[in-house]
């Protein structure tokens, strides 16, 4: 006489969801990587799949295809770009997050300056998005150098590119900041630059307050 196998329980919904956003996660997180390593044609939706570990037809069941699967990790950051910090938050503090952030998420990071070097991967809906986003910043800038924040004659958009690339720059440059003789790879170093970039964006800031020498 053999006993019978127990019967397989059923998942339970809250299982099922969590398996499902588990799944989204180590997708996206594969996605960045790839993407961030050989853009978006370079990319392939295999490779992605074998890194998270996962079926490829999932990539097409949760995002709907490697472009759908693109716009997420694009919207992905532009949510937690916006959460950074406030629109009262200081200057210099806001440099200080987007600097911890880039450190934080080195791939994502370099999959940031791919597509604004060359400015594909994002269907159209998702680019007017970015753009839309980027809009923002510089209105914010704006208002700042309304504020007296910023130096009267200092160009909003400008100021916001120069920002935003100080903040990249250990990443998009790792080679130059080794050879600068800063240690990229120290586990306190991406902590370190975004209090040095504060301090840079402190003394900028406060440089139309300060009496001439």
Sequence with gaps: MTDKA??????????RQRDAERTRHV????AVAEFSAHGFSGARVGDIAARAGVNKQLISY?????????????????????GLAGPDTQLSEVVREYARQ??????????????????????AGEE?????RFREVAADFGRRRDAGELAADLDPASVGLALFAMAAAPVGFPHIARALGLDVDAPDFGERYAAQV?????????GERRPPR
Excluded: M
């Design 6 to 15: 127990a019967p397989r329980r059923s998942p339970e919904p809250g299982d």
């Design 102 to 123: 880039s450190a934080r998420s080195p791939d994502l990071t370099r999959l940031v300056l791919r597509q604004g070097i060359d400015g594909t991967g994002g269907s």
């Design 198 to 206: 504060a301090r840079i964006v402190s003394l900028l800031a406060d």
């Design 27 to 30: 997708l996206l997180e594969a």
């Design 128 to 132: 007017e998005a970015l753009r839309a």
């Design 62 to 82: 949760y995002f709907g295809g490697k472009q759908g699967l693109f716009d997420a990790i694009s919207d992905r950051w532009r949510r937690d770009e916006q």
